[in-house]
């Protein structure tokens, strides 16, 4: 279990006792948490005993291990000291099953999504381990600090035809009155399916429009996870318009197609997980859901994810994805004939979720990024095979190029300078 929950991530150890400091210095969830670095650890008097707990804490919640945390912390172990154990005492002293080992071992962590080059997770700074050839640290890692803006990531490696639409969506801005971002679209390509007997559904190639998305009617099914936080709100809060979610800042909405899913809990999982990172850009983070079943609500948040969830009662945000339609497909065709939708279930199962099998599955997801105000739609991923997931590099340098094109906005000086470069 990889929860997001703060008590299931401190669990029974040293840590629990911290919690009324963690809480009162910011350190509220876990993905900020997982992030301390050691002069934050210093800062609210940690001792080495608490520093490995959280060492060992983060390491495990990566690969969905937590169930291993209390004992791995009682060992009196810190963590370089555990990953040079051979299976045999893993097995014998933790009572950590083979399938548990193979991941415990795998120092590319199953949860954890290649990042732009200038974002360093976590980021704390890490003590060396005994042996360079078992070390899960890199030599090159530097910390970022959460409270501070980060750079601007470079392009990761990318195909040329989302970087080439990337560069146009940046270009095509118009820096005046009533400017609309003339975003992109993004999907995997289409590949055979059924030895090519299947075709794979068609998708929309232009951004849905401003119009069918700024007055949809949305409700909260939960709040952002903090600790002490209820788990879900009590009482039903009234509809709103979607676009009151971005009025001031910017933000991601992830349309999840159905929260029981292991991929859709996997996707959920990574991009929360990231957390730390969209707050110092200013980016807000939501979880779109078309089915309220509270018993699936209970289960995914905050597990799965920490932030907020909404309800779209009318799956507008869903049809938007689909050109003003919903986007389905069978299960037959969509997932047993399609090997793209294998690999990404494996690449779900690798990490180690559980999953389950109520509410509807076959309408199809994906992701928004928004400006805010009235600025439109910069980005839009169309899950076209079960499982897809937006690139996270990608939603990351999206949101970061929002960031800057926003700030020019709100500076007389600088928005007189774009409006030179642009035109």
Not at 202 to 217: C, H, Q, R
Not at 267 to 289: N, T
Not at 377 to 399: K, S
Request: contains cysteine; proline residues 6%; glycine residues 8%.
């Amino acid at each position: 279990m990889a929860s997001f929950s703060m008590d299931d991530f401190v669990g029974k150890g040293s840590l629990k006792r911290l919690l009324p400091k963690l809480l009162e210095e910011g350190w509220d969830d876990v993905p900020t948490l997982k992030i301390m670095n050691s002069e934050d650890m210093d800062a609210i008097n940690m001792t080495r005993q608490q520093k490995d707990a959280l060492e060992i804490r983060s390491y495990l919640h990566d690969r969905a291990l937590m169930q291993y945390g209390d004992k791995l912390e009682a060992s009196g172990k810190g963590l370089p000291e555990i990953l040079n154990l051979s299976t045999a005492d893993l097995s014998s002293q933790f009572g950590m099953k083979r399938g548990h080992m193979a991941r415990f071992m795998d120092r590319t962590s199953a949860c954890a999504d290649p990042m732009p080059a200038s974002f360093v997770l976590p980021a704390r700074e890490r003590a060396t381990a005994p042996s360079g050839n078992n070390s899960i640290y890199s030599s090159g890692s530097k910390s970022i600090n959460p409270r501070r803006m980060p750079s601007i990531p470079k392009s990761p490696a990318r195909s040329s035809t989302i970087s080439d639409g990337l560069e146009k969506s940046i270009s095509d801005i118009r820096i005046k009155d009533g400017q609309i971002f003339k975003g992109i679209v993004a999907a995997v390509p289409a590949e055979p399916r059924g030895c090519g007997c299947v075709q794979a559904p068609s998708i929309v190639d232009k951004v849905a429009s401003y119009s069918t998305i700024e007055n949809i009617s949305i409700q909260k099914l939960t709040p952002e996870y903090k600790i002490g936080m209820e788990r879900l709100v009590k009482t039903k809060t009234p509809p709103m318009k979607a676009s009151e979610l971005w009025r001031d800042k910017p933000a991601v909405l992830l349309c999840i197609r159905r929260p029981g899913c292991i991929m859709c809990r996997a996707e959920a999982h990574q991009l929360y997980a990231k957390k730390p990172i969209f707050d110092a850009l200013g980016i807000q983070l939501f979880a779109v859901l078309h089915e309220h079943i509270e018993s699936e609500i209970k289960d995914f948040w905050p597990r799965y994810w920490g932030g907020v969830v909404l309800f779209d009662r009318g799956m507008e945000f869903f049809k938007a994805l689909g050109g003003g339609k919903l986007l389905r497909d069978k299960f037959i065709s969509g997932f047993l004939f399609n090997p793209r939708a294998i690999a990404n279930y494996k690449r779900a199962k690798a990490m180690g979720l559980e999953k389950n099998y109520k509410g509807e599955g076959e309408i199809k997801g994906g992701l928004f990024i928004m400006g805010s105000g009235k600025s439109g739609i910069a980005y839009q991923f169309i899950e076209r095979n079960f499982g897809d997931w937006a690139p996270l590099p990608e939603v990351i340098e999206i949101c970061s190029q929002l960031q800057v094109i926003l700030v020019c906005f709100s500076n007389p000086l600088l928005h007189l300078l774009s409006s030179i470069i642009f035109f």
